[in-house]
């Protein structure tokens, strides 16, 4: 369903490196560099669920990602089923069923509340509940959270096994990495009533008001509301020299959406959205957007292209529809004037 792309890579990345961090500090004096690898291995295993994606249509793919395997249930059922396994493995150096347990709650506990912090929506409470859980406090992609993080574990993967060093460096990366993110807990709370404060004075009645980063940074806001004819779209910058924000409507344009009535994959789409998307057409499709993913460079052109754009066309190929509308601008561009954005206006 996803095309390999700096994001996606990004992300994984960020599982890896937080769940090597994880598994030193569980069992790096018992098993060395392999606690590492170990830990690495158990913060990506909710994402195996890309793998059913060939048994799905393109429309459930979106659901079935961060799914059921995003959910507390399959942590607290999985872990000490994979501990014991795992158990077996090491039975020769005596690691315990119950350290390894830990090591694999861990790893994916902690998966789970990361990517809940993002827009895409966590499903913690699968099978019993479809609600997706989105914090919307940092971007799936953070250069700012990713990079120190892995600097630190590489310095402590490349330090002697059980040295202080290799102690100090690993502790150093799960400190930067925590702090990062209540910092970006914080800044959303700033932002966030900055922005509702602005968007008030419109006098415009709407629903729940969201704020959300932009791709690569936790500097740049966008915010959105919509009402009964559409969206209110806006973007703040921690270093815009004023708190007024400007905002523009994008209009859902359900209509459109009247030919494909009886498709099911119109009823998967708002509810992966949220109700938050506007309906688009060009000369060979009717798309589906999901706002909650942003615009195309939105911040200089309200009338950018989404990202998440899916075809409704039912010969349509959507399997990049969470990348579609990154292939309609040049990326570099794009890059370009969200640098030159973040540094405020």
Not at 231 to 237: A, D, F, M, N, V
Request: a positive charge.
């Amino acid at each position: 369903m996803y095309i390999c792309s700096i994001f996606e890579v990004m992300d994984s990345l960020t599982h890896i490196v937080l769940g090597a961090a994880i598994g030193e500090a569980v069992l790096g004096k018992k098993i060395g560099r392999k606690a590492m690898l170990l830990g690495a291995l158990a913060d990506t295993i909710p994402d195996f669920d890309v793998f059913a994606s060939p048994c799905y249509t393109q429309a459930q793919q979106l659901l079935i990602h961060r799914g059921i395997t995003h959910s507390f249930f399959f942590v607290l059922v999985m872990s000490p089923i994979l501990g014991w396994l795992f158990s077996r493995w090491f039975k020769k150096i005596e690691v315990s069923w119950k350290r390894l347990t830990c090591l694999f709650f861990l790893g994916m506990f902690t998966h789970v509340l990361l990517d809940s912090l993002t827009a895409y929506g966590t499903g913690w409470f699968e099978p019993f509940s479809d609600y997706r859980v989105s914090f919307n406090t940092i971007f799936v992609a953070d250069p700012f959270y990713t990079l120190p993080f892995l600097t630190c574990i590489i310095v402590a993967f490349i330090a002697k096994n059980g040295s202080q060093k290799r102690i100090q460096w690993n502790k150093a990366g799960l400190w930067i990495s925590g702090l990062y993110l209540i910092f970006t807990v914080i800044n959303k709370w700033h932002v966030h009533d900055v922005m509702k404060t602005s968007f008030d004075k419109k006098n415009v009645i709407s629903d729940d008001f969201i704020t959300t980063p932009t791709p690569l940074n936790n500097f740049l806001w966008m915010s959105y509301t919509h009402d009964s004819l559409g969206t209110w779209i806006g973007y703040y910058s921690v270093f815009d020299k004023t708190n007024d924000v400007d905002y523009h409507r994008v209009f859902r344009n359900d209509s459109l959406l009247k030919p494909f009535a009886l498709d099911a994959s119109v009823i998967l789409l708002k509810r992966f959205s949220k109700g938050h998307y506007t309906i688009s057409q060009d000369d060979s499709s009717v798309y589906f957007n999901d706002i909650r993913f942003g615009q195309m460079a939105g911040w200089d052109n309200s009338d950018a292209s989404f990202p998440f754009s899916y075809a409704m066309n039912k010969s349509a190929d959507n399997s990049m529809a969470l990348n579609r509308g990154k292939f309609k601008v040049p990326l570099s561009g794009v890059f370009s004037s969200l640098v030159k954005r973040i540094k405020g206006k």
